[in-house]
């Protein structure tokens, strides 16, 4: 493992296909609690201030290491304010992602598209995040949006205890899946579809939003960019605390009444006009 330099613009998406150590201040992550205490004292988590949706529905993924259930605020709040929200359904996001999006989340986003009669939302936490893309690149017909919470999706470079937890969750899935997975699974280099996916630019027709925090303890935050600053969107907080970062929210509320069907046809008949 390399520590970890300024990454450098290229033509791909993926700045570095290495799993690349930083020095990060992973011991101010415990400030997420404060960051989920002040959500519930902030009016828009109540739904007041900001725009309300329009019955679409949103399919939330949770970070690596880490179950539906820590989503629950973010899946609340989405319901207070007019959407419908879904778990991802894969429980603890400790597979290899190719899998988890063949087994589990292709059902739970058919799940949505029926109940919903529409196309779906995709906001993904770190790791949920770099998958909510992949799933855009492969369904761009399916998806309307893609919000990622500090997601690495230019590269894994991370504190080393997160680099030393991704080896030991590796060596589990090439133990347990054998033949079901390719011998690079769980690393940049490996040639399945989920990582080939992350290769191309987001499709035109999925309307991407990434926020990031410049204070992220877990995973180096410019890897976590487009580069395109009306895509882009920093916030102060933690990288745990994301999914309570009241700030975010407000972002998230924005970007959803952005991306909705109503607003979409309304900008491209200006652009016709």
Known sequence: MRKSSTPQRTSSLIRTQEYEEADLPILGEVLCAAELLLLHAAPLYYGLGIPHGDGSAVVLIPAFLCPDAYLTPLHQWLARIGY??????????????????????????????????????????SLGGIIARAIAAQRPSNVASVITLGAPFRGTVAHRSILRAAKMVRQRILEKHRSDVLPDCYTGHCTCEFLDSL???????????????????????????????????????????LVFNPSAYSIIAERLAQASPAATNKSATREHF
């Not at 190719?98 to 589990?104: E, K």
């Not at 027709?205 to 882009?232: H, I, L, M, N, Q």
């Open 84 to 125: 419908r929200p879904f778990f991802s359904g894969i429980g603890f996001n400790t597979e290899c992602p190719n899998l988890l999006i063949r087994r589990q989340l292709n059902d739970t986003i058919e799940k949505a598209l029926t109940k919903s009669g529409g196309k779906v939302h995709l906001i993904g936490h």
């Open 199 to 241: 290769q191309h630019a987001m499709p035109a027709s999925v309307f991407e939003t990434a926020v990031y925090s410049e204070g992220d303890g877990v995973v180096d935050w410019r890897y976590c960019k487009t580069d395109r600053p009306e895509a882009d969107f920093s916030v102060p907080g933690t990288h745990l605390g």
